[in-house]
């Protein structure tokens, strides 16, 4: 496994030229080809010009009561996003800048970690800084050809004055884009935006999980990630601005908001969606219950893929491993009770074979499981109608990222890969899962 891994200097390649650029594909292109070619807001006409653009004669603005013209509705929400991304690009951009390669490594907060890790963090510092800045451009795109007005960036004061207190703030900021886009995400109107925003969702988990690791605490605090409002969020966006060149109408979407089209009738109920989602969580829960019954602490502690690792890390393997199974297992009862609480009926847990044989398989097979269900839960979540669950839904999807960034990290991966994380389909992820489930 660890011989296929990319080194630092790969990382740093494979930010700098696919990630940006896939980033502007997935949030400019494809976004794009579904926001302009109608959505519940009126139906578009979307032609595909020479040079691969894409212009459309109607679906991008809609009209309100007076007769006027205003952005499509996702704009305002685009917006918002787009402050925080500007937030945290000059974040990144601006501690990089200040702050020495040997400095981070030799940052305080780091001084109980081993090379190995302490190595890790300018180059992830520096591909979370490339995501960042690649949402900025990707989400100002879109909101030109939605027909909006980009909100500008403005000057800040982070307060940072040593590598340990940027390492903090960082935390704080992944932490609070993490909240912000759960917040946020019911409002969307487009799916396309709505799969977008969530693949950026979930990579802002897993820069929390790792920032959240790096300054010595729990990757994935809760359960399920909570969400905060759009005032709270700006609130504490607020705290770091000095000088705003913005107009704050450029966030006001205003009484006439249009239905998300994810409450249109595709022939997929909540239910549906629920024990989609049970399926998977049964599965992760069986896994982590099983290995954990099959694997000492020290033979997790002790597990070759994790030797370069020092106690430090180590030491937290199995009670974070713990910490993970006890989460698939309160996902599967919330959602088993949610599910009987919609007049359906759960899914059962089935049998498995995950295949693993020693300690690192068991590592290994883990990180592939929650990147799945980073994805599967992104891809489902445009067929979901009821909000509450939408809202629980989003919740659990940015844990699974927290869960997948922390399993990565074990497996001397890169806890975020991508600057947009893909969503994969049904039918694509239950025959994943559908590998390890056997026969009685």
């Not at 990089?96 to 390669?101: G, N, P, R, S, Y």
């Amino acid at each position: 496994m660890r011989d296929s891994d990319p080194t630092p200097t790969d990382r740093r390649a494979l930010s700098s030229r696919r990630t940006v650029l896939g980033t502007i594909a997935s949030i400019g292109g494809v976004a794009l080809a579904g926001c302009m070619g109608g959505s519940s807001g009126g139906e578009g006409t979307t032609t595909t010009t020479e040079d691969g653009g894409m212009t459309t004669t109607d679906g991008t603005m809609t009209t309100t009561e007076d007769g006027s013209m205003d952005a499509n509705p996702d704009v305002a929400i685009l917006n918002y996003a787009l402050t925080l991304e500007h937030l945290e690009n000059a974040f990144y951009r601006d501690g990089l800048d200040t702050f020495a390669d040997d400095e981070l490594v030799q940052a305080d907060a780091l001084s109980n970690f081993s090379e190995t890790l302490r190595m890790q963090v300018p180059d992830y510092l520096k591909a979370t800084g490339e995501h960042e800045a690649a949402h900025v451009s990707a989400i100002a795109d879109t909101i030109e050809k939605l027909g909006g007005t980009p909100v500008e960036e403005a000057e800040y004061n982070f307060g940072y004055e040593t590598p340990s207190e940027f390492l903090a703030v960082g935390k704080a900021l992944e932490n609070t884009g993490v909240a912000a886009y759960a917040g946020a995400a019911p409002s969307i109107v487009n799916n396309d935006v709505l799969t977008a925003a969530l693949g950026i969702h979930s990579v802002e988990a897993r820069h929390a999980s790792f920032l959240n690791l790096v300054n010595s605490e729990d990757p994935f605090p809760k359960a399920v990630d909570e969400a905060k409002s759009m005032e709270e969020v700006i609130e504490i966006a607020g705290g770091f601005i000095t000088e705003n060149p913005n107009d704050s109408s450029a966030l006001a979407r205003g009484d006439s908001m249009e239905t998300p089209m994810r409450k249109e009738d595709d022939g997929t109920s909540d239910v549906d969606i629920l024990n989609y989602a049970l399926t998977l969580e049964h599965l992760e829960a069986v896994f982590y219950r099983e290995g954990l019954e099959t694997f000492s602490a020290d033979e997790l502690r002790n597990a070759s893929v994790l030797s370069d690792y020092d106690d430090e890390l180590r030491m937290t393997v199995p009670d974070r491993l713990a910490a993970i199974g006890e989460h698939e297992a309160a996902h599967v009862t919330a959602i088993a009770d949610t599910i009987e609480k919609l007049g359906g009926t759960p899914v059962e847990e089935a049998n498995y074979d995950f295949g693993y044989e020693t300690p690192s398989e068991f590592l290994a097979v883990g990180k592939a499981l929650e990147n799945t269900g980073v994805a599967a839960y992104a891809g489902a979540a445009t067929s979901v109608s009821n909000d509450d669950v939408f809202a629980a839904a989003a919740g659990i999807h940015s844990v699974e990222a927290r869960h997948a960034s922390f399993l990565n990290e074990l497996n001397v991966a890169n806890p975020f890969p991508e600057a947009v994380d893909q969503p994969k389909g049904m039918e694509e992820v239950v025959e994943i899962a559908g590998q390890f489930i056997v026969e009685e």
